[in-house]
Each structure stands twice: as C-alpha cells, then as structure tokens.
C-alpha cells in the first residue's frame, strides 16, 4: 500500500484557497465572490473525497488575497469553509469564514411587498444567528432562513 498523496487541484505559488465548501454550494459561492469578473486565475474541484465531510468542493485564486468583508459572506452559505494563505507554494495561514454582522446587495428579500422588491435600491440585511443562519430585511423585517436565499 502506498502513501502517495495526489493533487486532484492544481498548486499555486501565491494566493487563496477555499477549502472545505459543501460540495452542493461550490456554484452559490463562486456566484457571491464575483469569480465571473475576476482577472485572476481561478481554478476549483467539487465533488472531491472529504473525510470530515463526504464531499466537498476547494477553490483556488492565484494572486488573490481576500478581505475578511468579502470573504466571510460566503459563510451564510459555507459556514464550514476555510481560507488558507498561500505564499510561496506554501501555507502560511489559515482561518475558518465568520458570519458577518450584515450584508448589503448579496440576497433578495422573499418579502414580495418589500420596496427592494419594487423600487432600484439595494438588498439590505441583518444576520441573525440562532441554530442556524437567517437573514432580516432592512426594510420590511421579513426574516429568509438559510434554504430560501436567493442570491442577486
């Protein structure tokens, strides 16, 4: 029996990795950080063997080193996701996602009557914390468990 670790995704020199991201919402968390208009060189695996989690999905940004602002919205999503730093080809931090206290234009609020809904102005909502993630408008008080947001 051998102990031959094999890269399934690429290594970067310098850069960003997200690791630990439910496999099912590896395409909601490229849609949240915007990978469509980035200049950067993304590359990402899903349906990968986890040991702690079945499956899961990794994403790889060469040069790209995240602000905790834009990189903790993806934890209403991936609440298990992880950064890893890489410099060098090699790790030099590592920190899990934290759910931010807000987010503004990210979700749409499933309040039809709502005047985001209706009027060009942006999404704006409180994270509320319980056993699991939920959103409240800023403008209506409706409350989106975390199996109903829809992402903008």
Known sequence: MSNKKELIVSAIKDGTVIDH????????????????????????????????????????VADKFFADSEINKIALIAPTANLNIIRNYEVIDKKPVQLPDSVVGLCKCI?????TNSEPMQTKFEVVKDDSVSLRCHYCGKITDSEHFTLL
Do not use: R
């Open 111 to 115: 309040n039809p009557k709502c005047i």
């Open 21 to 60: 991201i439910p496999a099912k919402d590896l395409f909601k968390v490229i849609k949240i950080l915007d990978f469509e208009h980035m200049p950067n060189q993304v590359t990402f695996g899903g349906n990968l063997e986890s040991k702690s989690m079945g499956k899961k999905a990794i994403i790889k």
